[in-house]
Every structure is written in structure tokens, then in C-alpha cells.
């Protein structure tokens, strides 16, 4: 039987998979909201900087969860792992630095990430850079990181030993954000499309300087051991076309090119409605390409969109989060899961299953096991 590695390196090849791996994009999430479903360790254990803890709950989650890819990203330095210790006092868990003495209070993650006031928190900026000497001031608060230290110092580490214990069943892979996302870092919502609406010379500017951000992160991918990188994308669905192809496709297309020259592969993830952009998506070149489920008004159906990209790259299912992977019954999940494998079929066996958005709070931990295990049962019939 195939390992989930072998399934999705084979999904990426011109011949496709005979049989589908299952995997979750947005593992974070998952952890963040089912901590205490996952592993018997206390919460701020994650924050940990031992490396056997970080590798005893990381081999809780994956037994539980079943699932085909191994997410990878940066760990303390060594010399931090020396200085750090979590101390848990009466009035709280701090991260205590023994070399400065300064004490960091830790929270418990909250489901959903909402806030612990109940606020609702978004990104706003009261002024819009207006000139390119003020963008570039702007820019400066994001700067871009250097990584090629990471191996050397120890960030790389926890990575380095997840893909010893795991990486020969398991795919690797690690996150990069799209240059275009860097806009609502930045400048929000209501900053990011008024700039794309009214000075177009700026984004172009800007973009510049996202790309080679993202670069970066793509290189740190390929040092942390990973064999795909996920690049996600929020809001392009509500530029126009053109906007997309303008903005987002040349951008997208030198993290391509990046990714294909370190032997990555590339798995791009487009938040929202595909409508109008379908053709500019599969012009960047991605190995792989996510969607939404239909949602929020719009419609993607996978049948449709495997029709459409007929091989050309691999697919990423788009299973419902919460109709199905949350509420549904076990056989509402089984015929859903069916129709995900037959559309994986029709683009020529180059796909992997995945829901369309991230496991909710709602969803027991158990169903995202269940899930995967179906996967891999439904493959081998369908």
C-alpha cells in the first residue's frame, strides 16, 4: 500500500494517483481549536522549547488525525532553546528568558481566533501612502527576512527531526504567504482595495517588494526540508480580472518559478469566487491549485473545475467544512467524499482531498480522522 507521501508525489505526476491521499491545508487552525482533543499535554506546551515536547504533541496530532501532509515551519534558535523555559506561576504561564529575565504572559488559544475582549479586530490605517518616497516608508515596517542562517542557528531543527520520524510516510510541506496578501497586512481591507483601485503605479511598487518577501519564504521552506509549499491568497476574488491579472498573476508566476527551481513543488490556495479568473489561475503554473467550497453566494464546483483544468495540474478537493465535515452523518460525508474522488478522476487522478476551508471549532477532532480514513478506504473503490 502506498505511504501519503508516495500518493501525493504520485498525484503530481503527468499520470496521476490510483488511490487519494486526505489532508487538512490549515492544520494551525485545526491545533489552535482542538488542542485538548488532540494531546494530553497542557496547552502552553506547544509554546515549548524543548524539542522532545514539541515532538511528543506533534505525534499525538498526526495519530489522531490521520492525515497525508507534514507541516514544517521555523523553531527557536539553539541559543533561545538554552535561555527559554515555560514557568507556570499561580497568575499565570509566562515564557521566561533567563538571559534578560524578561517574562512573556502565555494565553490559551481561542477557538475560532476570536479575541479575548469579544472585539472584533480587522486591520485599518488611517492615511494611504500617496507618493512613492511614502510608500517606501510604509514598506519598511515589513521588511524582508533573511534566512539562510536558519539551518546553521537551529531554526530548522524541530523540522529537520519531524522529517526524520515522519517524512518518508508523509508529504512536507510549509506555508508562504502571496505577495498581494502583504496589502492587508499592511493597510486592511477598505487600504488594500483602494489602492488597488486608485494607484495602480504604488501597487506595482509594492509588489516588488512583497514578491521578494515571499521568495524568501519559499527559500525557508526549501531549509526546513519541505517538498511543497502552500501559498494562500485572500480577497483577489474581489478585484476585477484584470486588476487579478495585472497585480497577482506576475507576482504569482516568479513564486512559481522560485518554488520550481529549489524542486518544490507549488500549491496555490484562491480564497473566494474563481469566476471571470479561472484561465489567469491556471496561467501562473502552480503544481497545484485549492479552492473555496461554494459558499458565501458563489458556487465552485469541483466537478466543473476538474473539468476545466483537465489535468493540466493537480487539484485540491474542496469537501464542505461545515454541511459536511461538521454536520453531515457518516454516510452524507461518504457520498460527499465520493463525489470528491470522482472528480479527481475526471482530472486524470492528479488530486488530493482536502476541505474547502479550515475545520471548525464545531467539528469534533475525531471527524477530521474519520475523514482521512474514508479517503483512503473510498480511493481504493471508486
Known amino acids: 500500500m502506498p505511504t501519503g507521501r508516495q500518493k501525493i508525489e504520485a498525484a503530481f505526476s503527468e499520470s496521476g494517483s490510483a488511490e487519494f491521499a486526505a489532508v487538512d491545508f490549515w492544520e494551525y487552525v485545526f491545533i489552535r481549536d482542538h488542542w485538548d482533543q488532540l494531546t494530553q499535554l497542557p496547552w502552553y506546551e506547544q509554546f515549548s522549547p524543548d524539542l522532545e515536547t514539541q515532538l511528543s504533541w506533534h505525534r499525538e496530532v498526526l495519530a489522531r488525525t490521520r492525515q497525508d501532509f ?63 518616497e511614502a510608500l517606501d516608508v510604509a514598506l519598511k515596517s515589513l521588511p524582508i527576512p533573511n534566512v539562510q542562517d536558519m539551518a546553521e542557528d537551529g531554526r530548522a531543527d524541530l523540522a529537520h527531526a519531524l522529517l526524520e520520524e515522519h517524512g518518508s510516510s508523509l508529504f512536507p510541506v510549509a506555508y508562504a504567504d502571496a505577495p498581494l496578501w502583504y496589502f492587508y497586512e499592511l493597510w486592511g481591507f477598505e487600504g488594500m482595495m483602494l489602492m488597488f483601485g486608485g494607484e495602480p503605479e504604488l501597487v506595482q511598487r509594492a509588489c516588488l517588494h512583497f514578491t521578494t518577501r515571499t521568495l524568501e519564504d519559499i527559500k525557508q521552506a526549501k531549509l526546513l526540508g519541505a517538498a511543497g509549499v502552500l501559498i494562500w491568497e485572500c480577497f483577489t476574488d474581489m478585484i476585477s480580472p484584470q486588476a487579478y491579472e495585472a497585480f ?109 476551508s479550515p475545520v471548525t471549532p464545531a467539528t469534533p477532532a475525531e471527524r477530521v480522522g474519520l475523514f482521512c480514513d474514508l479517503v483512503h478506504e473510498l480511493s481504493q473503490k471508486i
Open 248 to 356: 497577482s498573476v506576475p507576482c504569482m508566476r516568479q513564486v512559481v518559478e522560485e518554488c520550481r527551481s529549489l524542486g518544490l513543488k507549488s500549491i496555490y490556495g484562491f480564497s473566494g469566487n474563481p469566476a471571470g479568473k479561472l484561465e489567469a489561475i491556471c496561467s501562473i503554473g502552480a503544481d497545484a491549485l485549492v479552492f473555496e467550497e461554494s459558499k458565501k453566494g458563489f458556487v465552485v464546483d469541483i466537478h466543473e473545475l476538474a473539468t476545466f483544468i483537465d489535468g493540466r495540474c493537480t487539484l485540491f478537493g474542496n469537501l464542505d467544512a461545515i454541511s459536511v465535515l461538521q454536520d453531515g452523518s457518516e454516510a452524507e460525508l461518504r457520498e460527499a467524499l465520493a463525489e470528491q474522488i470522482a472528480a479527481g478522476r475526471r482530472n486524470k487522478n492528479r488530486f488530493v482531498v482536502c476541505p474547502g
Open 70 to 132: 507534514l507541516h514544517l515551519q521555523p523553531f527557536y534558535s539553539r541559543q533561545e532553546r538554552k535561555n527559554l523555559s515555560i514557568d507556570v506561576q499561580p497568575e499565570g504561564v509566562f515564557l521566561l528568558d533567563r538571559a534578560s529575565s524578561r517574562r512573556e504572559k502565555l494565553d490559551p488559544p481561542v477557538p475560532g481566533g476570536w479575541s479575548r475582549t469579544g472585539q472584533v479586530e480587522s486591520i485599518k490605517t488611517s492615511s494611504l501612502p500617496e507618493t512613492p
